[in-house]
């Protein structure tokens, strides 16, 4: 039967007095396994580094776009990455500065265990926006500070030579790839000059010009072709209105032809302007002949000639010697207009060479341009990334610092003795009584009257109580003295021995 709460403590102890003996053991026992566990219990000392990093220096507003300073985003969880390397732990398990003097002679077994401490009981954390920490903990406070203390140097002088090695790369890889477009560039200006050279055709642009200068010129010749097929047709009209040979005196013949020609004037004006072709040639016709006829005059050739005298028609012979001069004319216009054909279709042909060509010039001048393009990039770049390296290499860029050294550690961590001896005595008192709790709860006997009146639901009448004899009073009495004393002397040799250690005595 389950014992009520209210009764627990009365029962309880009661459990206690009534196993004097054992309870006095069991505390005897945890006490002292309590205090023994914080004799040997391994101690532990932690020393740190705390580093500062520096990406705010007053370079960087100056180089801002012409230099790339190295950036790293998670820099606890970069230090742990750095630190936690082989090589750096075993440049730190080798340090005669830290474990001695034989510390660089160890065979490989130890070495490699040596690492494994280190990497283990190696800590990085990250405290504020640009600190962070680099701890050790070590049973011994002088190794945890020295070897703090180490680590905190070897990750600045690794991450000096990785930045200063990663800036020199960057720049090696660059200046590769400028030279190799250098090369490259070179060899399509190459490719495109003998293209030019065996391709002398010109751009299409050019030959379109070429064409076009071609076309209007052909429709000028034309023209003016025109013109002179029209002007030979009205001259022949002329002539054959004309009458090669004058009758008569030749100032009367002059008269009547200058009369004849005034009429047709007057009436050519009546449909046409001045600037028509016929009338320009019908006026120059009567400045001819009455030039004619003032000369006649002036040498008194009309009194030397007979009235029935032939002479010939000046006029006449002024339209046929014009209208041979158009003929030639014509036939040189024919001629010109031939050579532009000719030349036109040569131009197509050019033309048609040109876009053969158009496709492979097209690639070179892609590829040239798309070259170039790439190559001015990487001079850029690779002048900032010289400045990068300088930078690096001078410490101007993402810079550590340890802002806080080492200290060596006065305390362990963790519980310490005091607690050990502390928690021994209370829980050497507290063992007794948990464990006649718990017993009285486990003991399927009957302790008090409630729990029948609780359990069974029956009301009990009267509880008969314990009757002991007074041998039995004087026995107890005794065993509680011993007891008594016995747990003086254990207490007291507790709390000396817990005082001496405290003390170092032991």
Known sequence: MALPLSQLPTESIREVRS???????LFL???SVVLAAGFLWPYKYYSQVVIFVDDSNIIRPLMEGSAVATKISDRASAAAELLGTRRVLAGVAKDTGVFGPNADNLSEAALEGRIAMLRGNMSVRPRRDNFFSIGFSSQSPLTAFKVAQRLGQAFIEENNKRRRAESSSAYDFIDKQVKSYETQIAAVEARLQRFLSQNVDGTEEEANSRMARLRSELELAELELEELESREQSLENQ?????PTLQGKGEDAYQQRILALEERLDSLRLQYHDTYPDIVILKEQL???????DQAQGGGETASRSSGETISNPVYQDTRSQLVKTRTDIQTVETRIKSLNRLMAEQEKRMERIQANKAEYADLTRDMSVNKEIYNDLLKRREKARVSMHLDIEGQGLNYQINEAAQYPRQPTGPKFEMFALAGLFLGIAAPFGAAIGWAQL???????EQIEEELDMLVLEQIPVVRTPFEKRRDRRVTNTLLVL??????????AAVARYLGVI
């Open 29 to 31: 026992v945890v006490s």
């Open 443 to 449: 003991d399927p006997r009957v302790r008090c009257r």
């Open 19 to 25: 196993r004097k003996g054992l309870a006095f053991l």
């Open 287 to 293: 400045a001819e002949l009455r030039k004619q006829r």
């Open 239 to 243: 002539m054959s209105n004309i009458s």
């Open 487 to 496: 747990a003086f002397l254990a207490s007291a040799a507790y709390i000396g």
